[in-house]
């Protein structure tokens, strides 16, 4: 098993382009979550998953868009990227209730000039 | 407003001596505490957790108390290795909100031979 892999590992972007993060599990977990992770502020849920097709805001939504159209796959977008969400960004996944541990991916670090 | 606090940055110890991590949650609906380690570029692996209906959950060298009236837990590492040294952040899960997860900021620990 791979776990929980992140495409791609780095990327830089300029301010206004767009991109998509790409989050894939093979363990057929229900859960799915994004992160992202900024110096002295721990790490911070944007949008999750509880199953295929649903999606639902996290703590710093704003920005960003996920689907959810497979059940393996959890897509990060940013429409039109700004120097604010410069950051590591991480996916996780848990597949035996909430209570469970989430397995992380290795993350994507992303600078927006 | 940061429910999940972890006031120390950093702690330094000795190896072979007890490292002790601290901290503080705000919300008492939190029902459900995690601890992740995460080393630098690799995502956060999970370490231990503690329910609320619990005051203490040990697993090996590691050892969760929770303090439910004073809305304080703490990991206990002893003895400590080098190879403990990561950052630990703490997290807590509030019933029936898909799993989400509110970290704290995070402590390094570095553990000197």
């Known amino acids: 098993n791979a776990g929980v892999t992140q495409t791609p590992k780095f990327r830089v972007l300029k301010t206004g382009q767009s991109m998509t993060l790409l989050c894939a599990q093979d363990?057929?977990?229900?859960?799915m979550y994004w992160y992202r992770q900024d110096p002295g502020m721990g790490l911070r849920l944007i949008h999750y998953s509880v199953g295929e097709g649903t999606t639902a805001k996290g703590e710093v939504p704003d920005g960003y868009n996920v689907s959810r159209l497979k059940k393996q796959n959890f897509l990060l977008g940013l429409e039109s990227a700004a120097p604010s969400q410069t950051s590591v960004y991480f996916c996780?996944?848990?597949?035996?209730?909430?209570?469970?541990?989430?397995?992380f991916g290795p993350g994507t670090r992303l600078t927006v000039l | 407003d940061q429910q999940v606090k972890q006031n120390s940055p950093s702690l330094s110890v000795q190896e072979g001596r007890i490292s002790i991590l601290n901290c503080d949650y705000t919300n008492s609906m939190f029902d459900y505490f995690l601890w992740y380690k995460k080393y630098p570029a690799e995502g956060p692996t999970f370490l231990i957790s503690?329910?609320?209906?619990?005051d203490k959950n040990e697993d090996g060298r590691f050892t969760v108390f929770l303090n439910k009236s004073a809305k304080h837990l703490s990991l206990h590492i002893v003895p400590s290795q080098p190879g403990d040294s990561a950052v630990y952040f703490c997290a807590s899960i509030l019933y029936n909100q898909g799993g989400k997860l509110i970290f704290g900021q995070g402590t390094e620990l570095s553990v000197k031979p």
């Open positions: 363990m057929n977990h229900e859960y």
């Open positions: 996780a996944s848990n597949g035996n209730g909430p209570y469970n541990e989430q397995f």
């Open positions: 503690i329910s609320s209906i619990k």
